[in-house]
């Protein structure tokens, strides 16, 4: 049952471009998004709050290359800070997610119209993720993520 009310808006732009038939190319997309329905740190702890989960600004840049059966692709993905929870516990806490970036990677080579292998590399430059309360003295958590990879083969019959 819904009992309260709230809207969410926003903008979302994007391209992709290639230039020519050199293979190479770009990506982008930038998303904003707000709600009129905010988290108030400042209210008397243990107050409980509605207010709207998940909703951050976000945009990616991928620098790309495909031809001749190889891709390759370079992404730059950031994600603002965003409310991951409202009423955390007994005291009716929040819980933020803060602001990060990550560099991803992908090559890709089709041997033929059958074969193809894959590389990938997640989060390269080992960002973590941290969480915060009312205070970003306040952590609740941190995730240490170090870069992840990995390769894949696949058939066509």
């Known amino acids: ?11 979302e732009f994007g391209g992709q471009y290639f230039f020519g038939e050199t293979g190479f ?17 400042t209210a008397p702890v243990g107050e409980a709050q509605f207010a709207l989960l998940g909703l951050s600004d976000s945009a ?14 370079v992404a730059y993905n950031w994600r603002d800070e965003f409310l991951a929870n409202a009423n955390l516990g007994n005291m009716n806490n929040p819980l933020y997610v803060e602001e990060y970036d990550q560099i991803d990677l992908s090559v890709g080579y089709d041997f033929n119209d059958h074969l193809a292998l894959s590389f990938e590399a997640i989060n390269l430059t080992e960002e973590d993720v941290r969480w915060h309360g009312r205070s970003q003295k306040q952590v609740w958590r941190l995730e240490d993520q170090g870069a992840r990879y990995s390769l894949g083969a696949r058939y066509k019959f």
């Open 1 to 11: 049952i819904n009992n309260k009310e709230a809207s969410i808006h926003g903008w």
């Open 25 to 41: 190319g770009v990506l982008a997309n930038y998303t904003i998004v707000e709600g009129d329905v905010e988290f108030d740190d």
């Open 60 to 73: 990616n840049v991928v620098l790309m290359y495909e031809n001749f059966g190889v891709s390759v692709r």
